[in-house]
């Protein structure tokens, strides 16, 4: 080859290489890139500069009320005190670290809500449809999408029917089955449609089987590439028992007392009311995700907070996968989860930029007995003295 030709056939490789650079592909991975070393820098971490009121409160936690977990506290975009304690599974005497992976439980459903919001933000639905656009044998009419998303749906509960009529206990419902004996048998609802807020694990397994309907895709698919990859969420999974005949993570749930491991079931196979396993700190990464607007718009987000259960106590009310709590000029939102041994918490404080994630794997009351941690943080979220008689906040 002479020189020209070389130089030719050099030019035409540079350029089709800058043609590759500049693709949307080629700036989806360097933006990713981008963000990732930008929330490197929000979850450093140094011990030795841990908030000394919080690793005292923790400490006393797990002493006494047995917290066995690991837990996240950050504020305005710097961890203040993250740390575990305890086993992940006490029959092995396998201590837990700080990218163990939990059950979320109900801590799933505001990123179910997630998942259709952002259908929704693409027009691929829109909130005000029906269940039975999607699923046109469903029996319950009348049910859109925006009270499955509030628990203003009255379904009846999944949970309860399906042990009575599920044949084979060692086989993991999917979602699909789960719908289809909804369809099939039909058990009692429990109100009318946007009667009532009734909290119910069937509006988020149902939510979930939308996700795929619409999708066209498994619903861990779906999430890992619309919640979990924008968010940088590299240690979140959804996981279920109609995949994995054994969940692949070392975390075992425990009741109560350590002897006492809780066994998966066919329940544990239906996802998006449950199902998503995470880490402390990737639950932070979904926070500062959240609020660059990274992962849905503000626009849809806001709604999400707005409050629409009609709770008796004007403060505390539930959005779209969110429950809200809204003191005087003072937005919070968090979600509780309990399922199978793990119970966790998730709370944001919108207006102060504090993040709270606590995960555990013993199903006892220890995180009833936080009132001291949100002292600590100035958080008037759940505390007992917090209100007069009349259910209204104090300062």
Known sequence: MNFRKFSLALGIAVFALASCGGSPEAKQVEEREKQDKKDSISLIYNPAEADQQIDSFMQNLHKRAGFNGNVLVAKKGKILYQNSFGWANHLLKDSLNINSQFELASVSKPMTALGVLILAEQGKLKLTDSVEQYYPDFPYKGITIQQLLSHRSGLPNYVYFAETVWPDR???????DAMSLLIQHHPGRYGAPDGRFHYNNSNYMVLGSIIEKVSGKD???????????PAGM???????????????????????????SVVQNYLDGPVGDKGIYSTVRDLYK????????????????????????????SLFSYGYGWRTFNPPGNPIVYHTGWWHGFKSLFVRDLKNDVTIVLLTNMANGSLNNLDNLYKILEIPILRQNAYNANGEFVQ
């Open 219 to 229: 619903f861990a698919v779906f999430m890992k590439e619309n919640v979990f990859d």
């Open 170 to 176: 060692k086989k993991g419902m999917t979602n699909q």
């Open 234 to 260: 590299k240690n979140t999974n959804v996981y279920s028992k109609a995949v994995y005949e054994k969940i692949p993570t070392h975390v075992v749930g425990h009741d109560k007392v350590w002897r006492r």
């Open 286 to 313: 979904l926070d500062l995700a959240l609020r660059d607007g990274r992962v849905l718009g503000k626009a849809l987000q806001d709604s999400s907070f707005v409050p629409r259960s009609d709770a008796k106590r």
